[in-house]
Structures are given as structure tokens and as C-alpha cells.
DNA sequence: TAGATTGTTAATCGATTAACAATC
DNA sequence: TAGATTGTTAATCGATTAACAATC
């Protein structure tokens, strides 16, 4: 890793995508790629995929292009998805168990270290390899343990008041699935959302659109 | 709604935000707000949200700003958020429940019809209204049903099938949380991807890259 | 009328694309 | 060496910000 200053969000937005799809060639036994065959792959520009690398190094070789291993495990350490970041999830519901699955599975470069719920019926289950604990006992939790990130996978109240805490004792990263919008609030935070309503409401949007346009060509 | 040409996506994808916090300030019971306000509470710049509104028609009023309401149905009519599109989801795991849930509480736009997965624990079981079906039966169900969005909450393998299948019955709009990119397959298809494990490599890399920078100012 | 705030045009900034010399 | 493809600089395009006249 080389070059490192001020990269865009929409050049680290691209990374995770690069970063399936090398994987994905990896397994493929694919050996080398080049930036236009890449591009073509992802729908992208060979420009683009050659810029998006340079942010960091130049990683191919000339005349040959790059070796998918290798760029693989670059972009694997851009990312560093070995870090094993402390992490706890906040709400245990349905998709909070989604979520944990998820991690347990193949989200790299997190370790989720602590389950809680405030529901009588999911306290002291097991999920994965942990017991799931009373919300209550958070405070107690955060003094004894080193949490870098919080996921929250719970209402609009709930997580105001948990971020709230959470901030207190000092947790500034937030993978966040409600709809409290924590960087308002927070501005010295890191805050990765998934807003799954605003995705929903995009595509009413974008079929909406679609359909109109097709009207329109055929009246035309 | 009236002006109405190739909005940016850039736009796009803030209208459900302004949606989320009008929304918000309707329950407030707040009549009226200017482009400024709106900003400072949206972290965005009063320009930006006056640019914005004006793509579909002016909707303020010099001298007074917007009336909060009247703005909220606005957007609500812009995303079409009354469509009622016919969905069905593929996958009833943890994933997918969670999803149908949210679209029985606050997803607008889209009426779930059908709810499939291949597991035999789970063919037959309700889920909110609609009892599960068998993966199997998609095919009648296809002919017998006018489907508009599919919402794909199972693995990659199980996607890239299902989505050739659909797309031959006429398919063309997807909610995507699987890892398979359609739009590449199929460029005539209008996709939202929930990339889960995107967004938490994203926050993998935003988390190392400011703890970084903490380390070299203290250095320094 | 004076003050406030919009709608809109112009200026700036950033991201993407194109071009090409360097080099494997 | 000739062909291919990178790394990088320059040109273009689009999105954000600033400015201000219009007007409620």
C-alpha cells in the first residue's frame, strides 16, 4: 500500500465491488486480467479501473496487465479486512440476525463480540456463538470491553437514545440499519447506513420513471 | 409534478432522505421551513436543496420558504410512493423476513404477492398475510400473476438461476441483496442493490484510514 | 414598503473519460 | 523487436456551490 492521501468516497465506494469480483476470478483460477477486460466485466471504463488502482499504487505491469491474486490481496489489504474491529449488534430481531449470520459467514474484518436485545424472550438464547444479552447490561458491557463498532438493528427511538449512551463511552463508529440519522447529531463520527426504505423508494421512483418513458415512446 | 427530464441519480437517491425528514417534521407538527433550515438539519447547503426541489417544480414561495406538507406530498408523489407495485420475495431466511416485515409496516410503493424458498421447514408457514410457497411453483405462479419487482434475498448460486427464469417471464425490476450483479447480465433491467458486506468493507476501510490519520497527527 | 427567501443563472469544484508516452 | 497494456497527464463532463434578480 503506497500513495494513501485523501482518497474519494466514490473511488473507496468502488473498492468492495472490485474486491467481489476479483475474488470471484480468484476462484475461477482466472491468472491475469486487464483494466479493459475488468471494466467490461463490471460495466465500467478501463480509464476508471486504472485511475480507481493508481489511488494506491501501481499494482499492474505493462504490456500484461494485472495479476488477479495479487490485486485481490491488495485491495483485501486497502481495505483491511483483517482487522477484526469489536463490534456489537444492538437488537436481535429478524434482521439483526441477519446481520450476525452475515458476519459469521463473510463479513471480514469484524469480530462481533456482543448480542443485545431488550426482549425478555430473546435474552439468554443463543445466537452464533454468543448469548444474547438484556440492553440493560450495556453499560456494564462497555466498561469492561473495547468496542469499535456498533450495529444497530433497531426503531428510529431506540437507536437515538442507544447512540446516545453508546457515544458516552466513547464507540465512534456505527454500522447503522435504522433511520436515525447519526451523523447529524454526531458529526465526529464514522457512520456507514443502510437504509433499506430509501433503497425501496428509489426503485418506486425509477420503475415509475421506466414505465412513464416507455408510455411516452409509444405515444410518440 | 411538473418538469421532469433525466433527473441526475444524484438527486434521485437524496429523495427518499428529504422524504424521511419532512415526514418527520409533518409529525413535529412544523408548518413551514426554508431551503436553509432544511439544509442545516440534512447536513446539505441550501443551494443544493433549492436545486433539488426545482428538477420537478417550484414548489416554495419567496419571502416564506416551503410549506412542509405540502412539500412532503409532493415527494411522496414524485417517488410514487402509491404505486402498489406487485412484488414477490425470493428467500424467506432471516433476510427475507426481516423484509417482508418492513414492507408490511413502512415500504410504500409495493404490494407483496409471494413469498418462495426451497426450504421444506418453511413451505407452508405463514408469513404476515401470505402463506410460503415452494421455490417450485414460481413457474405457475409467473403465468398466473402479473409480477413487477422480485426481491432477492438468497445466495448468489440460487440468484443467478432464479433471475434467468424470471427475466424469461417478463421480469424486469429487482430489489437485490444477493451478491450477483444482474444489471451486468441483463442491461434492460432496472436494479437496487443492498450490498450489505459493501457497506461493511466500506466502514472497514473509513475506520482504518481515520484511526491512521489520528496516529500521524499525534505523531506529528 | 422592507425583509426574507425563492428560482435560476453563472462559477467552481470534483469525478470521469480520453489520450498517449513509458515500458514490460 | 513489436504488441500490448499500464501509469499519468490533459480534456470533458456533471454536480455542487455561490450569487443575485424576482417576488411574496
Redesign the pocket.
Known amino acids: 500500500m503506497a ?1 494513501d492521501k485523501n482518497i ?4 473507496i465506494r ?1 473498492l468492495p465491488r472490485y474486491y467481489r469480483f476479483l475474488s470471484d476470478l480468484v476462484d475461477k483460477e482466472v491468472d ?7 471494466a467490461k466485466r463490471m460495466n ?11 489511488c494506491f ?10 495479476s488477479v491474486k495479487a490485486l485481490k490481496n491488495e485491495i483485501e489489504s486497502i481495505l483491511s479486512l483483517k482487522s477484526g474491529y469489536n463490534s456489537v449488534l444492538i437488537g436481535v430481531g429478524n434482521l439483526g440476525r441477519a446481520v450476525a449470520m452475515h458476519m459469521e459467514f463473510e463479513a471480514r474484518g469484524f469480530k462481533l463480540i456482543g448480542a443485545f436485545d431488550q426482549d425478555r424472550n430473546l435474552i439468554g438464547k443463543p445466537l452464533n456463538h454468543l448469548i444474547i444479552k438484556d440492553i440493560d447490561g450495556i453499560d456494564s458491557f462497555c466498561d469492561e470491553n473495547k468496542i469499535d463498532v456498533a450495529i444497530l438493528c433497531i426503531p428510529k427511538e431506540a437507536a437515538e437514545s442507544i447512540v446516545e449512551k453508546l457515544y458516552g463511552f466513547g464507540v465512534r463508529y456505527f454500522w447503522n440499519f435504522s433511520h436515525f440519522d447519526i451523523s447529524v447529531a454526531y458529526p465526529d463520527t464514522i457512520i456507514e447506513n443502510v437504509h433499506m426504505s430509501d433503497s425501496l423508494m428509489t426503485l418506486c421512483y425509477r420503475i415509475t420513471d421506466a414505465k412513464r418513458n416507455i408510455t411516452e415512446t409509444i405515444q410518440k
Not at 32 to 38: F, K, M, N, T, V
Not at 44 to 54: C, E, G, H, I, P
Not at 57 to 63: A, I, L, M, N, S
Open positions: 500513495k474519494s468516497m466514490s473511488v468502488r491475469r486480467i486487464s483494466s479493459g477486460e475488468l465500467l471504463t478501463a480509464s476508471q479501473v486504472r485511475q480507481d488502482f493508481n499504487g501501481g499494482f499492474g505491469q505493462q504490456g500484461y496487465g494485472y
